[in-house]
């Protein structure tokens, strides 16, 4: 069974600070996601990692893959409020086609003053 | 805006009833995804439909069912409700892939589900 992990859960950070969120996955299909959920909406893509050293940046965040570990992380740099939510890695269930995914448990990220 | 639309936004209704939650995908995709979000049990996936042909099934209940329509709009059918069954549910869908590229899901808002 495909298991996705991600620590840790809970993530209070002061402004300004860095933090990586991790995500350990069981699973060949090394196709990984990461989104982003506000509290009450709907789930927000941020990253496609599909190979081995994949590195992707999105403002404050950068994300990377690292398929022989099975272990993606999600980097956050000199963090500021309007990064508060929670965070989600996902994986594909098979290594090829549209397939459903495994999600994490989540990362709640809480940026403070 | 992801281009995946559901409604209702929210659904209200009491144990032993049934609802409907209807979803239409991004144009041009074929994969629509249902899952379920709650506090207890995270994002679970439910069912998946490809060109309206059942794909895959996850820890989807047998009071549940899902069908996808020939215009590739689906719906969940939830009967038979109970409390547990209060959840957030989200449709997803994905551009038709036939390799190991992106299998990249938009989600709809989704449908905030209340059991009473």
């Known amino acids: 069974e495909l298991k996705v992990e991600q620590n840790p859960l809970f993530l209070s950070m002061q402004e300004g600070k860095n933090y990586t969120i991790y995500c350990n996955y069981s699973?060949?299909?090394?196709?990984l996601y990461w989104y982003r959920q506000d509290p009450g909406k709907s789930l927000e893509s941020l990253f496609v990692?599909?190979?081995?050293?994949a590195v992707k940046q999105e403002g404050r965040l950068m994300a990377s893959l690292d398929t022989k570990a099975r272990l993606s992380t999600l980097h956050i740099t000199a963090a500021v409020h309007d990064l508060s939510a929670t965070y989600f890695c996902?994986?594909?269930?098979?290594?090829?086609?549209?397939?459903?995914?495994?999600f994490g448990k989540g990362t709640r990220l809480s940026v403070i003053a | 805006d992801s281009g995946v639309t559901q409604t209702p936004k929210h659904l209200i209704t009491a144990t032993g009833q049934r609802v409907t939650l209807r979803c239409s995908p991004r144009?041009?995709?074929?994969?629509v995804y249902w899952y379920q979000q709650s506090l207890d049990q995270g994002l679970q996936f439910l069912i998946q439909?490809?060109?309206?042909?059942?794909?895959a099934k996850g820890n989807i209940l047998e009071r549940f069912s899902a069908q996808q329509f020939p215009d590739l709009h689906s719906e969940l059918n939830l009967s038979s409700l109970e409390l547990g069954d209060s959840a957030l549910y989200f449709c997803?869908?994905?551009?038709?892939?036939?390799?190991?590229?992106?299998?990249?899901?938009?989600f709809g808002p989704g449908t905030r589900l209340t059991v009473l």
């Open positions: 997803a869908s994905s551009a038709p892939l036939a390799g190991g590229g992106s299998n990249e899901q938009f």
């Open positions: 699973t060949t299909s090394d196709r």
């Open positions: 990692l599909l190979s081995n050293g």
């Open positions: 996902a994986v594909d269930i098979m290594y090829s086609g549209n397939t459903p995914l495994v």
């Open positions: 144009s041009g995709d074929l994969s």
């Open positions: 439909y490809y060109n309206g042909e059942e794909r």
